[in-house]
């Protein structure tokens, strides 16, 4: 059971005998929770059933956000306009003399 504000849809896989079943995230938890307890029993669900002590492997293979969180429109970025040349150059030449002041003001002067 997917609740309204589960981020991500999960979808688990467990393999028993070989047999390879994919279980949705409230199955997951179902056959966490009797793993921990120690029940070596069954559990049924629908369609098949989870022999837990034949259970060989028990894992998360696909986790993706729900379509509720994401995000409609494609985020695009900003286009800025191109620089003529002359406007490159003039920018050049200002940042050259704020680099040229700037290492001015941090450079260690010699006292004597």
Known sequence: MLADMDKYIENWIVIVNK???????AQAE????????GNRGM????????????VE??????KI???KFQIEEPITKEVYPELSEEQRAKNQERLSKIR?????????KKTI
Do not use: C, M, R, W
């Not at 179902?30 to 307890?37: A, D, G, P």
């Not at 040229?100 to 260690?108: D, G, N, P, W």
């Open 30 to 37: 179902v056959l966490k929770s009797e793993i921990h307890s």
């Open 19 to 25: 047999n390879e079943y994919h279980l949705t995230k």
């Open 100 to 108: 040229k002041q700037l290492a001015e003001k941090l450079s260690i």
């Open 65 to 67: 956000i729900n379509p």
């Open 57 to 62: 492997e028990f894992y998360l293979a696909e």
């Open 43 to 54: 559990i049924f669900f629908g369609d098949f059933t989870i022999n837990i002590p034949f």
